[in-house]
């Protein structure tokens, strides 16, 4: 609507101008070489209007005719890049379907097309990826290293390559220049720092990762310099002191529920004297996590307190999470070193039904302290052979006896404190091998309480017109093997649970002999 207004306005605008001439005629006389030429104004001025515009088509032809071989060229080449930007696409597609033959054909024409495109390097590299050419892949990642467009992709490549051969130097020097750009990427980082992880250094793996913060999500950030954090403290602990408390109440303040932070904050504050501040970050972290190690942290944090004044202390910690088996356990060790052993048993009595292998083993512990009877020791040591497992500090399949900040792999946190094998699930219907007889068996009442002295009789199968059909025993379809942590009873050579060593003789009566039958 606006541009018709402005086209109406000035068509009205040169519509006044030429009433406007033509309403003052006048002459106009040229005298050039001899010759006069004499007319109106108006005709000189539409004459001037049909000159500039004849000159203004020359010009335009003239142009075109000079300008001909290059618009020629531009049209081959557009035509040049429009078929190899459809090569490009027909070999990133069959890359994407796992065509080989088609991605390779297509990378050539394109390469052939197209030299030196971006997508054309790229398509070339994938497709010599997918074939198992790595040289070629190489080849092609290096020339993209060259351009400042594809420079980052270029050394990603490159990195994947070394790792694929196994050359950690060439993945770590394509990783530090690839973190020298900007803005940062996160593979650069993830990989500069997983390398000064795996070889203990971990200030320059704190420079790494503050490198990738703007990369990193704010929680995941906090972890990960915990951690390290930790593990520098920890390198510096037989060094220096100061600077090792300083290291681990900033992990502490980063992540409250990391365990190893907690611990050994306690330990370096109780040694620093500084008791009040200690309790209060292991009380907050056993809040978070109830855990051993925070426990002993705990139960050291004046040095000469007695047994029993150890023993409180535990009491006031379990009561701070209650209902924790962690808890149990801690008041129960402290109870038998302060040689309380109905306390330690009051401690584990909740647990007692089904023990884990801790809570089994620190009960034999306390027969043996107490009353010293082999036989319950050797009971519930058999209990403990065949308990569930306890959680440790397990990474990639590896069961460590104190936490690590990288597991196996190079992870960095990559410590958990689970059961060991739990993701393997043990709930599993178990098909026992059935009897070859198929009738149940009764027994009639008299035959169920047999006289002082007598013989029981055998169970009678029951009447029937047909004899009973023996039936093949069924195998069992999963077979029952020992886990790689519970060594079994056969490691032992238990075939049934211990029991303790009777002081008297047992009494002779035909109760006793009729549960002899059953046992």
Same mark, same amino acid.
């Given at each position: 609507m606006i541009r018709i207004v402005l086209f109406l306005v000035w068509v009205a605008i040169l519509a006044a101008a030429v009433a406007w001439v033509a309403d003052r005629p006048g002459d106009v006389a040229i005298t050039w070489m001899g010759y006069r030429i004499e007319t109106s104004v108006m005709v000189a001025a539409l004459a001037i209007v049909l000159l500039a515009f004849a000159m203004m088509l020359v010009w335009t032809i003239l142009r075109a005719i000079l300008r001909s071989p290059e618009q020629v060229s531009l049209f081959f080449r557009h035509r040049r890049a429009i078929k190899g930007y459809l090569a490009i696409s027909r070999g990133l597609i069959a890359i994407g379907a796992g065509d080989l033959r088609v991605a390779r054909k297509s990378a050539d024409e394109a390469v052939r097309l197209s030299p030196g495109d971006p997508l054309a390097l790229l398509l070339t590299a994938q497709s010599a990826q997918m074939a198992g050419d790595r040289d070629t892949a190489e080849r092609a990642f290096r020339d993209m290293t060259k351009r400042d467009d594809t420079k980052l992709l270029g050394l990603r490549g490159l990195?994947?390559?070394?790792?694929?051969?196994?050359?950690?130097?060439?993945?770590? =020097? #394509?990783?530090?220049? #690839?973190?020298?750009?900007q803005p940062p990427v996160a593979w650069a980082g993830q990989a500069l720092l997983d390398y000064r992880c795996g070889t203990g250094d971990w200030e320059g793996a704190l420079d790494a990762l503050s490198h990738m913060k703007g990369a990193l999500e704010k929680p995941d950030y906090r972890r990960k310099r915990a951690v390290l954090l930790v593990a520098r403290a920890q390198a510096l602990e037989n060094i220096d002191r100061d600077t090792s408390r300083a290291l681990v109440l900033e992990s502490v303040k980063l992540a409250p529920d990391l365990v190893s932070a907690a611990a050994l904050a306690g330990k370096r504050l109780s040694e620093a004297g500084e008791t009040r501040k200690a309790r209060k970050i292991l009380e907050a972290a056993w809040t978070i996590n109830p855990h051993p190690d925070i426990a002993e942290s705990y139960a050291n944090l004046r040095l000469g307190d007695s047994a029993r004044e150890r023993l409180a202390r535990m009491r006031k910690l379990a009561d701070k999470v209650p209902g924790q088996l962690e808890g149990a356990l801690a008041v129960a060790r402290a109870a038998l070193d302060a040689r309380?052993?109905? $306390?330690?048993r009051t401690a584990l009595a909740a647990y007692l039904s089904a023990p884990t292998r801790r809570v089994a083993a620190l009960m034999a512990e306390v027969e043996e302290a107490d009353h010293g009877d082999e036989g319950r020791v050797r009971e519930w040591m058999a209990r403990a052979v065949r308990a569930s497992g306890d959680p440790v500090w397990? $990474?990639?399949? *590896?069961?460590?006896?104190?936490? %690590?900040? *990288?597991?196996?792999?190079?992870? %960095?946190?990559?410590?958990?404190?689970? *059961?060991? %094998?739990?993701? %393997?699930? *043990? $709930?599993?219907?178990?098909i026992e091998v059935l009897p070859a007889v198929t009738q149940p068996i009764t027994v009639t009442p008299a035959e169920s309480k047999p006289e002082p002295g007598a013989e029981r009789p055998p169970p009678k199968l029951p009447k029937s017109k047909t004899p009973p059909k023996p039936t093949k025993a069924v195998d069992a379809v999963i077979p029952l093997v020992h886990a790689p942590d519970d060594p079994g009873l056969d490691a032992g050579g238990l075939d049934r649970d211990p029991v303790p060593e009777p002081t008297t003789?047992? #009494?002779?009566?035909?109760?006793?002999? =009729?549960?002899q039958l059953f046992r």
């Amino acid at each position: 609507m606006i541009r018709i207004v402005l086209f109406l306005v000035w068509v009205a605008i040169l519509a006044a101008a030429v009433a406007w001439v033509a309403d003052r005629p006048g002459d106009v006389a040229i005298t050039w070489m001899g010759y006069r030429i004499e007319t109106s104004v108006m005709v000189a001025a539409l004459a001037i209007v049909l000159l500039a515009f004849a000159m203004m088509l020359v010009w335009t032809i003239l142009r075109a005719i000079l300008r001909s071989p290059e618009q020629v060229s531009l049209f081959f080449r557009h035509r040049r890049a429009i078929k190899g930007y459809l090569a490009i696409s027909r070999g990133l597609i069959a890359i994407g379907a796992g065509d080989l033959r088609v991605a390779r054909k297509s990378a050539d024409e394109a390469v052939r097309l197209s030299p030196g495109d971006p997508l054309a390097l790229l398509l070339t590299a994938q497709s010599a990826q997918m074939a198992g050419d790595r040289d070629t892949a190489e080849r092609a990642f290096r020339d993209m290293t060259k351009r400042d467009d594809t420079k980052l992709l270029g050394l990603r490549g490159l990195y994947i390559e070394a790792r694929r051969r196994n050359d950690a130097d060439a993945a770590r =020097l #394509a990783a530090e220049e #690839a973190a020298k750009m900007q803005p940062p990427v996160a593979w650069a980082g993830q990989a500069l720092l997983d390398y000064r992880c795996g070889t203990g250094d971990w200030e320059g793996a704190l420079d790494a990762l503050s490198h990738m913060k703007g990369a990193l999500e704010k929680p995941d950030y906090r972890r990960k310099r915990a951690v390290l954090l930790v593990a520098r403290a920890q390198a510096l602990e037989n060094i220096d002191r100061d600077t090792s408390r300083a290291l681990v109440l900033e992990s502490v303040k980063l992540a409250p529920d990391l365990v190893s932070a907690a611990a050994l904050a306690g330990k370096r504050l109780s040694e620093a004297g500084e008791t009040r501040k200690a309790r209060k970050i292991l009380e907050a972290a056993w809040t978070i996590n109830p855990h051993p190690d925070i426990a002993e942290s705990y139960a050291n944090l004046r040095l000469g307190d007695s047994a029993r004044e150890r023993l409180a202390r535990m009491r006031k910690l379990a009561d701070k999470v209650p209902g924790q088996l962690e808890g149990a356990l801690a008041v129960a060790r402290a109870a038998l070193d302060a040689r309380e052993f109905a $306390a330690a048993r009051t401690a584990l009595a909740a647990y007692l039904s089904a023990p884990t292998r801790r809570v089994a083993a620190l009960m034999a512990e306390v027969e043996e302290a107490d009353h010293g009877d082999e036989g319950r020791v050797r009971e519930w040591m058999a209990r403990a052979v065949r308990a569930s497992g306890d959680p440790v500090w397990t $990474a990639d399949g *590896v069961v460590s006896e104190r936490w %690590l900040p *990288v597991s196996p792999n190079g992870r %960095l946190d990559g410590f958990e404190w689970k *059961v060991p %094998l739990a993701e %393997l699930g *043990v $709930a599993r219907p178990v098909i026992e091998v059935l009897p070859a007889v198929t009738q149940p068996i009764t027994v009639t009442p008299a035959e169920s309480k047999p006289e002082p002295g007598a013989e029981r009789p055998p169970p009678k199968l029951p009447k029937s017109k047909t004899p009973p059909k023996p039936t093949k025993a069924v195998d069992a379809v999963i077979p029952l093997v020992h886990a790689p942590d519970d060594p079994g009873l056969d490691a032992g050579g238990l075939d049934r649970d211990p029991v303790p060593e009777p002081t008297t003789p047992p #009494a002779n009566d035909a109760w006793q002999r =009729l549960r002899q039958l059953f046992r």
